[in-house]
């Protein structure tokens, strides 16, 4: 059931003038009463220096956009007199060249980052992306740290539902031994015994023992049949809590990471099992990406008030949320430091929250919450940059016990859509000047590149070498990414169905180049190499069957798309020691610059009107799914049912992809105009039918001329070719707006609309 808040109409606010700028009333209240109470900033500082930042790169910032447009522009024109598969790559290679598309490679790049924490730096584990502007999933994500193995495994499809073993209504005891005996074995894999096995295990107890560095805790197991082991690598043994001879809690520790052994002989779980273990907790989604962008629907001030809202309390400690469950009032708050004792004795304290990176917008889009001396919208993602590293330092100025982020005194911004080096130079620029504003130490600000479109793929070194001494991150994005592919090649040809895009050349050579290049330039020891999402939340066996690539490949995080899948995917990590893979692939020869420069295009199209017909349908069911939520719900990132009922997490990275697909095959005569129409009407009483239990859901199908949703995707689709790169922003926030002017304009509408809202 969707969370619906109190709805506001788009830019009700009477903006006030403040110097040079126009800010709507919600947003000055939010900073002067919110934000800059507790860092020692100024107001009057604050808003002079965004107007410094909007009249020192606005223009900029057009001119880069501007830049883009000039690009796709002399490839379209490329394409046209050179149709079909590029059959001259050099002779290709050399125009990308002259028109500035691929620029020199440098030589020799070496990051030199400093400040950063260890989940970035040192450490490999799960990613979670969460939308900020949901209060319980940034709270949910915020506290994936740690997870419970049981939990997982029990509510999950890795242990199948056979032999009595269902997961429906009760605690099912079978079911229960299934997990139970799972655990065993991965304790047995990760941790084990010098002799015997943990599936043996009646008692873990702890001894002192003498050592060089002093008197330590030694961890010690009675098996059945009376024999005694201990920990094959008894250097795994971390730390404890409770009575040494009848812990509580068993700390042990594998590639860096942390499992809880918790022990409760009167707890219910505990009670059944032979050692007294209650559960495995496993330390789990290291990191977070608090999302401001994709997966969130913030079209003007009243939203991104809750955005940077949100975030804020995260940076201050203080966000909590409440709902109801079960008929129960549930409340959600940041979860505190777990408190343990080393071996050696000492207090050990280990973090409770996943450390939190932004993820404020790129930069095609404007906002109206803030107008520039012309008048204008603002580019909004340099009002991100400056609101969401002003919340920071809340977090940085922190002292004592009080819930921290980073340990290291950093600010990690993911910043995504950015298209080459020049993009890159423009983002380091935009963030020392919000540290001046700020009076932030230069390099406070780190920056994750998402490597997600065409042009920042081909120019990868010369990306990184842009933000040598501030990245912190590299990701391959392969959903925008293949967006931007077919975008690019747009008038190339018709490109391939769906399907079979993910067996090109270019994403094997995308995916390589991205590993080889940030280990070549020096990540490893100083930032995260990240992989995509594992878009199926419901398919976690498929998951841990699939998803140990990413790790093996030599990347150092992966997205996953809940805290459940968080806790499978860290089971990767146990399996597969990344420093030791990237290690390995440290002098690996990239993948051919030839393979990642080949477009998806489909050398002799012979598909049959059923083929046709199927990608239809599939690709416009995604479309109306995702953006029927997203005008009419507000709602930016969900778990959207497929053509085959199967529910996949989308955002507006898949819609991109489904648009451009359809735009291709429109622009190429695959597909007409009327056969799409009749898709798009066939599809919406489906996507209807999928949504029928949601109460806040308004079907499309009883009046399709009305319904502002299926008009966005029918624009969506039928001018795919004409949005800037392809993104699906503009048309997403203008029928968004439009949307919410007209409920709020209806006679039964009360003060704030309650009833319809993100």
């Given at each position: ?578 420093a030791e893979r990237q290690a390995q692939l440290q002098h690996s020869r ?16 012979e598909w049959t009107a059923a083929e046709i017909d199927a990608e239809l ?19 930016g990132c969900s778990k959207v049912p497929d053509i085959h009922n199967v ?112």
């Amino acid at each position: 059931m969707s969370t619906l808040p109190t709805l506001q109409p788009a830019m009700t606010h009477v903006p006030t003038r403040l110097g040079n700028l126009q800010v709507a009333d919600v947003l000055i209240r939010f900073v002067e009463d919110e934000l800059l109470p507790g860092t020692g900033l100024s107001a009057r500082r604050f808003w002079q220096g965004l107007a410094t930042l909007m009249a020192e790169l606005g223009a900029e910032n057009q001119a880069l956009l501007q830049r883009r447009e000039d690009l796709q522009t002399r490839m379209d024109a490329w394409h046209r007199a050179n149709p079909g598969p590029v059959q001259d790559m050099e002779a290709y290679t050399d125009f990308l060249k002259h028109i500035g598309y691929l620029v020199p490679e440098p030589v020799s790049v070496k990051v030199t980052t400093r400040g950063v924490d260890a989940e970035i730096a040192d450490l490999a584990g799960p990613q979670l992306v969460v939308p900020v502007m949901n209060a319980r999933y940034a709270l949910n994500a915020a506290n994936a740290r740690w997870g419970s193995l049981y939990d997982a495994l029990y509510g999950s499809d890795v242990i199948p539902e056979t032999d009595g073993a269902g997961r429906q209504g009760p605690y099912n005891p079978v079911r229960g031994a299934k997990v139970i005996g799972a655990g065993r074995d991965l304790l047995d894999r990760i941790v084990p015994l010098a002799t015997g096995s943990h599936h043996q295990a009646q008692r873990y107890f702890l001894s002192p023992t003498e050592t060089p560095e002093g008197l330590r805790m030694t961890l010690s197991v009675a098996l059945a049949g009376g024999q005694q082991a201990v920990l094959r690598s008894p250097q795994q043994f971390s730390g404890y809590l409770g009575d040494p001879a009848c812990p509580g809690h068993i700390l042990l520790i594998n590639n860096g990471l942390h499992i809880d052994l918790q022990l409760d002989p009167t707890h219910p779980i505990g009670q059944q099992d032979a050692a007294s273990i209650k559960d495995i907790v496993l330390e789990s989604a290291l990191t977070t990406i608090q999302d401001c962008e994709d997966s969130v629907a913030a079209v003007d001030a009243d939203d991104k008030v809750l955005v940077y809202r949100n975030w804020l309390g995260l940076m201050t400690g203080s966000l909590t949320d409440s709902f109801i469950k079960r008929g129960d009032t549930v409340r959600r708050s940041l979860q505190a430091d777990r408190q343990f004792v080393s071996a050696a004795g000492q207090p050990l304290r280990l973090p409770g929250r996943s450390l939190m990176l932004v993820r404020n917008v790129g930069h095609l889009m404007t906002t109206d919450a803030v107008l520039d001396a012309r008048g204008a919208p603002v580019p909004e993602g340099i009002l991100d940059g400056l609101v969401t590293a002003a919340a920071a330092l809340h977090d940085l100025s922190a002292r004592g016990n009080r819930i921290r982020n980073s340990r290291e005194g950093s600010v990690y911004i993911v910043k995504p859509k950015m298209h080459g080096p020049e993009e890159v130079a423009f983002t380091c620029r935009l963030f020392g000047h919000i540290e001046q504003v700020l009076g932030m130490s230069r390099g406070t600000l780190k920056l994750g590149i998402m490597d997600e479109e065409r042009r920042t793929s081909v120019n990868l070194k010369a990306c990184i070498a842009a933000a040598s001494d501030r990245v912190i991150f590299i990701n391959t994005g392969f959903l925008d990414r293949t967006g931007d592919e077919i975008h690019t090649c747009m008038e190339a040809g018709p490109v391939v169905r769906k399907v079979n895009m993910k067996t090109q050349r270019w994403i094997g050579a995308y995916e390589d180049r991205n590993v080889t290049t940030g280990l070549a330039c020096g990540l490893a020891g100083r930032g995260q190499i990240g992989k995509g999402m594992w878009a199926m939340p419901d398919n976690m066996a498929q998951m841990l069957r699939e998803k140990i690539a990413h790790p093996q490949a030599g990347a150092s995080c992966a997205w996953v798309p809940s805290p459940t899948a968080a806790t499978l995917h860290v089971l990767h990590y146990h399996q597969v020691s990344v420093a030791e893979r990237q290690a390995q692939l440290q002098h690996s020869r990239p993948a051919a610059l030839d393979d990642l420069l080949t477009p998806p295009l489909a050398e002799a199209p012979e598909w049959t009107a059923a083929e046709i017909d199927a990608e239809l349908e599939n690709n416009v069911q995604g479309v109306l799914g995702y953006v029927v939520r997203w005008i009419d719900m507000g709602i930016g990132c969900s778990k959207v049912p497929d053509i085959h009922n199967v529910g996949l997490m989308e955002d507006r990275a898949t819609l991109r992809i489904s648009c451009q697909h359809l735009g291709n095959w429109l622009r190429h005569g695959v597909c007409s105009r009327e056969q799409v129409m009749a898709t798009l009407r066939r599809m919406a009483p489906v996507v209807d039918a999928q949504n029928r239990h949601d109460p806040a859901y308004q079907p499309m199908a009883d009046d399709l001329a009305d319904s502002i949703a299926f008009q966005a995707a029918s624009e969506l689709i039928f001018k795919a070719a004409e949005q800037p790169s392809g993104y699906t922003e503009p048309v997403l926030h203008s029928r968004r707006k439009q949307f919410k002017t007209r409920i709020c304009q209806r006679p039964e509408a009360e003060v704030g609309c309650v009833g319809v809202g993100s």
